[in-house]
Structures are given as C-alpha cells and as structure tokens.
C-alpha cells in the first residue's frame, strides 16, 4: 500500500508537542536531528521533498494525522513557539486579525485610527474578515471612546 503524505511526515519528523522542537529523523537509525532555519518571516521551517514547511505544520499534521483546514496560527503571535498548547488550525481571516498593532493604526489598538483630516476626532471600523469587509462605527471625540465601541462592536461578532 503507497503511504499517504501525512504518514510521510509523521515517519520523516518527531515532534515535541511540550517543547515545540521538531526534528528530522534519520532513516537509517531513527536518531533524529534538527536542522529547521528560521526563515525571513520568523517562522521555524523544514525543507522536506522540494518543499519547504513550518515547524508548526509539521507539528500540527503530526498531532492531528491528518493535513490543516486552513492555516496553523501561533495563539500568543510568537512565530517559533510551536507547543501544541499554542498551536491552533483557523481560517485566513482568523489567522489575520491575530496580529499585532501596526505603524498604521495610530492608536495603537488594531482598528482605531486618528484622522485629523476628519474634525479631529477618532473614527472606528471593525474589520473581521479577509476582504477587509467592516462596520463603520461613527467618530469619537476621545481614544478611549473609540477602543469601547471598536471592543464592544467586536465581541457582538
């Protein structure tokens, strides 16, 4: 019987789901070695067959025996924490509201924004998914006016 891709990883890589720490396996002898570099994105990855793979993939496919749905997403945004206990498969656009503040958001907080272009006040939209479709919430004269609305209208999604 041919074997199946997610049996050719679970034989080719061991992984550590307290630790994270994945590992190639010898096939001679079944002593293992790590050799992941961490790549230009953050991420812990392993070239196996022509293609290149994350640590938490890896782990993911391990621990599940079967291939993610969506993507592997590090819960506490930690991109080489790969324990199993931080490791979670979800959709595109879950994937990408867990992300941090950027330069963009001058608030600081993901989905408030000052535009002083606007009466210099604090307009909010929740966005939640990845066509970056959103809900206007109206503009605020404060900061933290604009974060209640922005948490209170996230919570209601």
Wanted: avoid cysteine; glycine fraction near 8%; proline fraction near 3%.
């Amino acid at each position: 019987m041919e074997k199946t891709y997610v049996q050719e990883v679970i034989d080719a890589f061991s992984y550590d789901p307290e630790t994270g720490i994945v590992a190639h396996r010898n096939p001679s002898d079944r002593v293992k070695y790590v050799n992941g570099i961490l790549s230009s994105r953050g991420y812990i990855e392993f070239n196996k067959w022509g293609v290149s793979r994350g640590a938490q993939w890896i782990g993911f496919v391990i621990m599940e025996r079967r291939l993610p749905s969506g993507v592997i997403d590090h819960i506490n945004r930690v991109k080489t924490d790969n324990r199993w206990s931080n490791l979670r498969d979800v959709s595109i656009s879950v994937n990408n509201s867990n992300v941090s503040s950027t330069a963009k958001h001058s608030a600081g907080l993901t989905g408030v924004r000052y535009r002083p272009s606007t009466s210099r006040k604090w307009p909010d939209r929740v966005t939640w998914d990845a066509h970056h479709y959103g809900k206007y919430l109206g503009s605020f004269k404060t900061l933290l006016d604009a974060a209640a609305a922005r948490i209170s209208a996230a919570n209601e999604v």
